[in-house]
């Protein structure tokens, strides 16, 4: 029989690696149900994924000193579409404020701001209103530094909205819209920030179509 202390000492060794592997994290994941749907179509194992379905920037916020602890290389946040009724104005200043405390606590993390995905047959969301808050995370992105915006709204749309084979209700992607947005992102997840933020590089990829990273 398998004594009570060994089974302790195997789950807490568990829990140690758990806790390790995230400590050691290179790369962490920021939004809402978009982004927590990587964890169950794969594609960044090496991910630590702090996605959380109705997430806003006002809940990124409240939680952000676990991202901070970790010292991360790279972060990824895209978020905006679950407080698109609020006033853009209000979504960068959280996003500012974001950015800043990441900065602050850990200068040398590289935040990747992605753009708000379209919607499309979502008369309650505006893509009018997504593509100015875009521009203005974009203006933001340019403003701050350690911080490099991709566009991913171009990409996923047709005729100014969401390309509808790729959403299952206007908003949540299917396993092909994962399958883009892995393409545009997987130079960004994989390559060294040294490498990644080398104008050169940062140019070929803003030259891809419908791609507009730019990083200060």
Known sequence: MVSAWFRIG?????????????????????GGSQTAGWK?????????????VSNTTTKILKSLNSVIALKPEKVFIL????????????????????????HQGSPKTVVFVQSVLPVVNRPDLSNDKIREL??????????????????????????GALNESLTTDGVHLRPDGYKLWHALIEKYVSLPNEELLRPEILAGLAGQPGAAPTAN
């Open 134 to 159: 875009n521009d203005g995370l974009r203006a933001l992105c340019a403003e701050l530094p350690g911080c490099v915006y991709i566009d991913l709204f171009g990409h996923f749309a047709v005729a």
């Open 40 to 52: 169950y179509v794969g594609g960044f194992s090496e991910v630590v994924n702090k996605a959380a």
């Open 79 to 102: 978020e905006g579409i679950n407080e698109i009724w609020s006033p853009n104005a209000s979504i960068l200043s959280r996003y500012r404020e974001i950015l800043r405390r990441i």
């Open 10 to 30: 195997v789950v807490s060794a568990a829990l140690l690696f758990l806790a390790a592997g995230e400590a050691w994290a290179k790369t962490v994941f920021l």
